[in-house]
């Protein structure tokens, strides 16, 4: 059977959303983002039936600029264009668990490593040139900081995996660099460049996807080596996510409002394009429960759910 994406529910919002998550183990899903004054908002929705139903909803002081699920889905921590650092009960949104200045400037990305046998940990990367891990037990003292030598080198994108029974952590850069930190022993591994800024960086295992302003690569994680990953359109690729239960598949997210999935063994061209708006999608998440359920969010203030089937 042939590979089928289809969109199940187009969902108006009245904010402009810079992320989306889903909330593990349920039917709910998170979306961040700023308003039309220029406070952020947070807000969580439940896939009833065929459509999107607001559970809950809070305004933040500062445009929520990312976001990411944590302490084994508990906690929902954002990072915001005034630096903040937050962490919020799943349950309730009234009032965050833990808020700090953790950056000089914007945060622009954020993931978190959740391992039942690790504490929970979070990196965050910057326009202020740094790229920090928090330990959630200890959240306002980053166990450690990555400065550039450059302070102006404004930090796109960070992704948090393991290598070798280590923690590291990829962190990609404005001017394309992406550089890999073992966490543990504080040491650089290595370092490659792909062209363009890095918008987007999927860990799974022994590789690194990676989207840019201008096109996506996978990277092996142990050596630094590149491939690009031919792609058809002129775009800026904003987000590129594997499948959790199938990470042999992948999904791109483009400027151009398409979905494009792709397959590890060829990838020579997409194996299912699905358009989904005239305008950018800026994120795109996988539901960890149900294989093939993504939600993505767009510049047209609207969020997207959808299959792709056949797998």
């Known amino acids: 059977m042939s590979i089928t994406g289809h969109c199940l529910i187009k969902h108006d919002i009245y904010f402009t959303p810079y992320d989306t998550k889903w909330i593990p183990c349920s039917s709910r899903l998170c979306v961040v983002g700023a308003n039309s004054h220029g406070a952020g908002t947070i807000a969580v929705y439940g896939l009833v039936d065929k459509h999107l139903e607001l559970k809950q909803e809070v305004e933040t002081s500062s445009a929520v600029r990312c976001g990411v699920v944590t302490g084994q889905a508990r906690n929902f921590a954002t990072g915001d264009f005034d630096g903040q650092l937050q962490i ?22 954020i993931d978190s490593l959740n391992r039942v046998d690790q504490p929970q940990e979070l990196v965050t990367g910057s326009r202020d040139g740094c790229v920090k891990v928090w330990d959630i037990r200890q959240p306002e003292k980053a166990v450690l900081t990555v400065k550039s030598k450059d302070n102006s080198k404004d930090i796109w994108a960070v992704a948090y995996g393991q290598l070798k029974g280590h923690k590291v952590i990829a962190v990609g850069y404005e001017d394309g660099n992406i550089k890999l930190f073992n966490v543990d022993s504080a040491q650089y591994l290595w370092e490659t460049h792909v062209k363009d800024g890095v918008c987007s960086i999927d860990f799974d295992k022994e590789v690194l996807r990676v989207s840019t302003l201008s096109g996506a690569f ?8 590149s491939t690009e990953i031919p792609f058809p359109a002129d775009t800026t ?11 042999n598949y992948f999904a791109v997210a483009g ?8 397959d590890q063994k060829s990838l020579t061209k997409p194996i299912n394009v699905l358009n989904l708006s005239k305008h950018p999608i ?13 939600a993505c969010s767009s510049f047209d203030q609207t969020i997207k759910i959808g299959m792709i089937q056949n797998l």
Request: proline share 5%; no cysteine; net charge neutral.
């Open 282 to 294: 800026i994120s795109l998440d996988w539901n960890k429960d149900k294989k093939g359920l993504f």
């Open 218 to 225: 996978i990277i092996n994680v142990d050596s630094g080596k």
């Open 237 to 247: 690729l904003w987000s590129i996510r594997h499948i959790p239960q199938q990470p």
């Open 88 to 109: 919020w009960d799943v349950q309730r949104f009234d009032i965050p668990l833990v808020s700090f200045k953790a950056h000089d400037s914007i945060i622009n990305t």
């Open 255 to 262: 400027g151009d409002g398409n979905l494009s999935t792709y």
